[in-house]
């Protein structure tokens, strides 16, 4: 099994049993669902929520051990949805997995399903349509999100899929551009999405356009990398799977005889690296920022001659248990509101950890100091009506009183991810522009 170094030392986190099946859907009739828009208001259409008509054990699954099937998969038979396509890609794929049940103690819904009459397990947590927790500590997850994005693929990209850790079955999405302008070597440029730790995917058709237009705006080779979400897998996981995609980059570069990944081989420059996140991502680009930045970090990667020449951390996604005058003021139609900014904080930390543990607050007690560790140029964007404002604001201006080189722009008006859930705005166009220019000049600001 592939060994973890956790960039935020030893946390511990809440064991799981291994309980995964893939649950194939078939048509059903309509029923009424909660689900979100792309600029993520509540709407009244329903979700797309498969029913299951066959069931797939994995190898560690109760049915394996003798058992029967749990009340949860006998209540996700009744699941009911509308069909918002008639297309193949309507008929989405649902993951299972059981976790402990006492992670959702706090959660504000647990108590009405513990008062429950009603004998099957019920759901206590849900983000945005796509994951749902259930009492007994089933985790159901939907592949696509619960609203429909169309992919604006016009061939100057080309993309394809690689595994950067076998072990976890976790992969990445590589992109480039057809036409190079006669340049042999791209830069690297990391992008980690977002969704609160607990969900996203580098298939999602919002990451997959916002990396199309990176890499044609940018002309780099744009690396889209999965990592494990929680529930299921608890922080520090996906920093750790974070660092592990840069330190596969690495690997492809010191392969013996040429064996690495050809696009890597053919197209990549490791010296000139960038470590870029939305929201959630942006939190795992710091934390990398910081593991990178100190003599351990670096030695990591001078092997193959990799150089982070910066970072780009869009929006990202900082707490903290008291709240700052953005979150406060956020309203309640936000696409990231104060219930759902709790929730996603609730179901990612460590059990029994607050906002302040410092994988979500780098200032917060317990977090390391930064005054030593040597920072990579960092740019940091922020939405003037985003929740997250604050918090990225403050973070900047107690890196730069350190004297690190970081630099924040400020989008008047915008609201958290304008960027992914439309690529193509003006805002965004300017947005690119902004990255374009940092990336061009090495990680130099204007």
């Not at 960039?7 to 689900?35: D, K, M, N, Y």
């Not at 979700?47 to 299951?52: E, Q, T």
């Not at 992109?175 to 070597?185: A, D, L, Q």
């Not at 780098?362 to 918090?391: C, N, Q, S």
């Amino acid at each position: 099994m592939t060994q973890r170094n956790s960039s935020i030392g030893h946390l511990a986190v809440a064991g799981r049993q291994s309980f995964v099946r893939t649950l194939h859907p078939a048509p059903v009739p309509a029923e009424s669902a909660p689900t979100t828009s792309p600029d993520g208001r509540a709407t009244s259409s329903p979700v797309s929520l498969p029913a299951i008509t066959r069931l797939t054990p994995g190898p560690h699954s109760p049915r394996h051990r003798g058992t029967q099937p749990s009340q949860t998969t006998k209540h996700l038979h009744h699941l009911r949805a509308a069909r918002t396509s008639t297309s193949p890609s309507a008929q989405l794929t649902l993951l299972v997995t059981r976790i402990a049940p006492l992670q959702l103690a706090s959660s504000p819904m647990a108590s009405e399903a513990a008062a429950s009459a009603e004998p099957a397990p019920q759901v206590v947590d849900e983000c945005r349509g796509v994951l749902f927790v259930y009492s007994d500590g089933t985790v159901v997850r939907r592949a696509q999100p619960g609203f429909a994005t169309p992919v604006r693929d016009d061939g100057s990209v080309e993309w394809k899929d690689a595994t950067f850790d076998e072990a976890a079955g976790l992969g990445l999405r590589l992109y480039r551009p057809r036409e190079r302008g006669g340049r042999s070597r791209l830069p690297v440029f990391f992008y980690y999405h977002g969704g609160g730790f607990c969900i996203g995917s580098r298939a999602w058709p919002n990451c997959q356009n916002y990396c199309l237009r990176l890499a044609a705006d940018l002309g780099a080779l744009v690396v889209a990398p999965d990592y494990r979400l929680a529930p299921e897998h608890r922080l520090p996981a996906a920093i750790d799977d974070g660092a592990a995609a840069v330190l596969w980059l690495a690997a492809q570069g010191r392969t013996p005889g040429g064996g690495g990944d050809p696009w890597v081989a053919e197209s990549a420059d490791l010296g000139r690296v960038f470590v870029s996140g939305d929201s959630a991502g942006g939190t795992i680009a710091h934390h990398l920022a910081v593991r990178f930045g100190s003599p351990d970090g670096r030695a990591e990667l001078a092997p193959a001659a990799v150089a982070i020449r910066g970072y780009v951390q869009l929006m990202p996604f900082f707490g903290g248990v008291q709240r700052t005058r953005s979150e406060a003021e956020c309203p309640d139609d936000a696409f990231l509101n104060r219930p759902l900014n709790d929730r996603y904080w609730r179901l990612s930390l460590p059990e029994g950890a607050t906002a302040d543990h410092p994988v979500a607050n780098p200032f917060g007690p317990g977090a390391p100091p930064l005054e030593g560790v040597e920072l990579a140029p960092t740019l940091v964007v922020v939405g003037g009506r985003d929740i997250l404002h604050d918090r990225a604001v403050d973070y900047a201006a107690r890196l730069r009183a350190m004297g690190k080189p970081v630099e924040v722009r400020d989008f008047e008006g915008q609201q958290h991810g304008f960027f992914t859930i439309d690529p193509w705005s003006d805002a965004s166009a300017e947005l690119m522009r902004v990255i374009k220019r940092f990336v061009d000049s090495d990680g130099r600001f204007d």
